[in-house]
């Protein structure tokens, strides 16, 4: 397959990178500086001329509170962006794969949501993004949804990496104990990506590593009790505490209904792969030590 990866730059962008290529595909990562999503001469011209099989979308605007404050560059990037690349994928006959977020849901529901549940955003970001599933499904019949949430990995700082790096230097920690999701490590996703990609099987899917999920407070004690420091380190707070500017669900645990039903086999229990991803760091630090 000829692939293009927008976001390439980014934590799943590079994970997605990583996994197609190592496939044999002929891959095209472009990061933000490359190609901005949102400019429709930019995308158009891009996609035509590389004419690729499939598009991946890891591009977005991520930062949930800095959307709040500017509604227009959200839904710019997050809704217009993808519209932009199925339209352009329709010219091309491309499938379109596009990342979508756990935070479209409200939060409310007591167990784990699945695509019969309606989404309920209530931030500008999550509506932005929820905008950024909906109207590439309305332009392009080929368009894969991608909800995934809690995401780690390597090769780029994320909540998890920044918490670690916080506790070797033996830095109290305060993570949010009445939070909960499923956490997902960027290359297992970025492997359920490239599973997709080549069933071209058109809807909305849920991708998180299995078990039954983790409050925000459990998940990085469990980090940091994995890469040898002391748990004592986190100290549990409540989300309200915070006082953010954004809305965040207490709950947006996901669970797929469509991957059993296709082959698709559960994805690796999430302290399997957080504790991979605490022995991958640990190993690239001692090959970095002089």
């Given at each position: 397959?000829?692939?293009?990866?927008?976001?390439?730059?980014?934590?799943?962008?590079?994970?997605?990178?990583?996994?197609?290529?190592?496939?044999?595909?002929?891959?095209?990562?472009?990061?933000?500086?490359?190609?901005?999503?949102?400019?429709?001469?930019?995308?158009?011209?891009?996609?035509?001329?590389?004419?690729?099989?499939?598009?991946?979308?890891?591009?977005?605007?991520?930062?949930?509170?800095?959307?709040?404050?500017?509604?227009?560059?959200?839904?710019?990037?997050?809704?217009?962006?993808?519209?932009?690349?199925?339209?352009?994928?329709?010219?091309?006959?491309?499938?379109?794969?596009?990342?979508?977020?756990?935070?479209?849901?409200?939060?409310?529901?007591?167990?784990?949501?699945?695509?019969?549940?309606?989404?309920?955003?209530?931030?500008?970001?999550?509506?932005?993004?929820?905008?950024?599933?909906?109207?590439?499904?309305?332009?392009?019949?080929?368009?894969?949804?991608?909800?995934?949430?809690?995401?780690?990995?390597?090769?780029?700082?994320?909540?998890?990496?920044?918490?670690?790096?916080?506790?070797?230097?033996?830095?109290?920690?305060?993570?949010?104990?009445?939070?909960?999701?499923?956490?997902?490590?960027?290359?297992?996703?970025?492997?359920?990506?490239?599973?997709?990609?080549?069933?071209?099987?058109?809807?909305?899917?849920?991708?998180?590593?299995?078990?039954?999920?983790?409050?925000?407070?459990?998940?990085?004690?469990?980090?940091?009790?994995?890469?040898?420091?002391?748990?004592?380190?986190?100290?549990?707070?409540?989300?309200?505490?915070?006082?953010?500017?954004?809305?965040?669900?207490?709950?947006?645990?996901?669970?797929?209904?469509?991957?059993?039903?296709?082959?698709?086999?559960?994805?690796?229990?999430?302290?399997?792969?957080?504790?991979?991803?605490?022995?991958?760091?640990?190993?690239?630090?001692?090959?970095?030590t002089p």
């Open positions: 397959m000829k692939v293009i990866i927008t976001g390439a730059g980014g934590l799943v962008g590079r994970a997605a990178v990583t996994a197609f290529g190592a496939k044999g595909d002929s891959v095209i990562g472009l990061t933000r500086d490359d190609l901005d999503i949102s400019d429709s001469m930019a995308v158009h011209e891009q996609i035509g001329s590389a004419s690729p099989d499939v598009v991946v979308n890891c591009a977005a605007w991520t930062d949930v509170d800095g959307c709040e404050f500017d509604h227009q560059r959200a839904m710019r990037v997050n809704a217009r962006g993808p519209e932009l690349l199925a339209i352009a994928c329709r010219g091309a006959g491309a499938l379109l794969i596009t990342i979508s977020t756990d935070y479209v849901f409200d939060g409310a529901k007591a167990g784990f949501y699945t695509q019969r549940d309606q989404p309920n955003p209530q931030s500008v970001y999550a509506k932005s993004k929820l905008e950024g599933e909906r109207r590439p499904q309305f332009d392009w019949a080929r368009t894969i949804v991608v909800r995934s949430g809690y995401i780690f990995g390597e090769g780029g700082r994320n909540y998890l990496s920044k918490f670690l790096e916080y506790a070797r230097a033996g830095t109290p920690l305060k993570a949010i104990s009445d939070c909960f999701g499923t956490p997902t490590y960027a290359p297992h996703l970025a492997e359920r990506l490239y599973q997709l990609a080549k069933l071209d099987l058109p809807g909305v899917y849920h991708v998180v590593n299995g078990g039954e999920g983790a409050s925000f407070s459990e998940f990085i004690e469990s980090g940091v009790k994995m890469a040898g420091m002391d748990p004592a380190l986190v100290e549990s707070i409540s989300m309200d505490s915070l006082a953010r500017p954004a809305a965040r669900p207490r709950n947006s645990r996901l669970r797929c209904l469509l991957s059993p039903a296709i082959g698709l086999a559960e994805m690796p229990h999430w302290c399997d792969a957080l504790r991979e991803y605490v022995d991958r760091t640990a190993q690239a630090a001692r090959s970095q």
